[in-house]
């Protein structure tokens, strides 16, 4: 059974860093592409952040580049999405998803950015 489970969110203040993670298990992780995708209250999900998996050539959505990294650890089956410069507009619920044959998601983690 596919299990995608996220942490680290909170609240930080504008300029500040934060880093999520997310647990995988119930599938061969290294075999798998991995997504970091977010949605604030009001607004469609968006992609932020992709990682192959071999971890080359991630991509990030226009909005973050520059900012977040995302990262995977193969031998401990994470995931990860360092933040950086956090903005306001960074607030929302921050989840993890894997396309194993169809899409899996954590529960998500709610980041807020506020002063």
């Known amino acids: 059974q596919v299990q995608l489970v996220e942490s680290g969110g909170g609240w930080v203040q504008p300029g500040g860093s934060m880093r999520l993670s997310c647990a995988a298990s119930?599938?061969?992780?290294?075999?798998?592409?991995m997504n970091w995708f977010r949605q604030a209250p009001g607004k469609e999900r968006e992609l932020v952040a992709f990682?192959?998996?071999?971890?080359?050539?991630?991509h990030y959505a226009g909005s973050v580049e520059g900012r977040f990294t995302i990262s995977r650890d193969n031998a401990k089956n994470m995931v990860y999405l360092q933040m950086n410069s956090l903005k306001p507009e960074d607030t929302a619920n921050y989840s993890c998803?894997?396309?194993?044959?169809?899409?899996?998601w954590g529960q998500g983690t709610q980041v807020t950015v506020s002063s």
């Open positions: 998803n894997a396309y194993v044959r169809r899409d899996y």
């Open positions: 119930g599938f061969t992780f290294t075999k798998y592409p």
């Open positions: 990682i192959t998996q071999g971890a080359g050539s991630p």
